[in-house]
């Protein structure tokens, strides 16, 4: 059974790609698939795009072309629910698409014709992610810079928020903090893409995990060097939660 292992940045799945063993590169629908095997394991590397229909385009292609059994996605996100700080990992108990408003045909955040708002990932695989994440961040206390990631990183697990939007000022994270808590989607983190790929496992009915590293705060506090975390914080959380994920199926 094939795994997919989707990064939302290059600099993340060259640190993935290095692992492939017997790498075959394909070309489809405009995007570049790797296919291999890591610890015995047939997997399939891709990037999603930036925003969900990107992702979503490229997680289709991982079903149809290539046959995919499981979907697992890594990548950076914003920080913003309570106790979240830049250089932990948010791993997706489920998602919500916050750009998403068919009011008044339908609820605000209700997904049309699913009659949810919310989309689970997969229990056992988010347990395995979320248990090799919380092992390597606890073992990575002291091994970057205090000016990438401050004190103990921490593990969460909880609801992620997807939009085609980039959240960075303060106002508007509060807003949507407020607007989904009182709905009761106490979010902890906010991207571009993993809703969408949530969505697309759902309707084909292939298990999804996600995890997010924090990059920043999603406000006017976002992090200043932004390219520096990315290529040394977390480049080396998606290569060694990944491989630890990896070990555990």
């Given amino acids: 059974m094939t795994t997919a292992i989707l990064s939302a940045l290059q600099e993340e799945q060259s640190s993935l790609l290095q692992h492939l063993q017997r790498p075959r590169r394909t070309m489809h629908a405009g995007r570049v698939f790797w ?3 890591w610890h015995g394991r047939p997997v399939v590397l891709a990037l999603s795009g930036i ?29 913003v629910g309570d ?6 990992v948010v ?17 605000r955040w209700e997904l049309p014709g699913y009659a949810r708002t919310r989309l689970r990932c997969d229990t056992a695989l988010t347990a395995m992610l979320l248990e090799a994440a919380s092992a390597y961040v606890q073992s990575a206390t002291g ?14 697990r909880g609801l992620i928020a997807s939009g085609d939007r980039f959240v960075c000022a303060a106002q508007e ?4 903090r407020t607007a989904l808590t009182s709905a009761g989607h106490e979010v902890l983190a906010v991207e571009m893409e993993g809703a969408a790929v949530a969505q697309v496992c ?7 995990a ?15 060097d932004f390219p520096a975390f990315v290529n040394t914080v977390a480049t080396r959380y998606a290569e060694h939660i990944i491989q630890g994920f990896l070990q555990k199926l």
């Fill in 51 to 79: 925003g969900k229909v990107a992702a979503a385009t490229t997680a289709t292609a991982l079903v149809e072309r290539f046959g995919v059994a499981r979907i697992v996605f890594t990548g950076v996100a914003g920080g």
């Fill in 202 to 208: 759902h309707d084909y009915g292939l298990p999804f």
């Fill in 91 to 107: 791993v997706a108990h489920d998602y919500v698409q916050h750009d998403m408003d068919a009011s008044p045909l339908f609820p």
């Fill in 83 to 88: 106790g979240v700080q830049v250089g932990d």
């Fill in 143 to 156: 091994q970057f810079d205090s000016k990438l990631v401050a004190g103990q990183p921490r593990a969460h």
């Fill in 35 to 37: 296919q291999g095997d």
């Fill in 173 to 176: 994270v509060q807003n949507l």
């Fill in 210 to 224: 996600a995890m997010r590293t924090i990059s920043d705060r999603a406000d006017d506090s976002a992090h200043v």
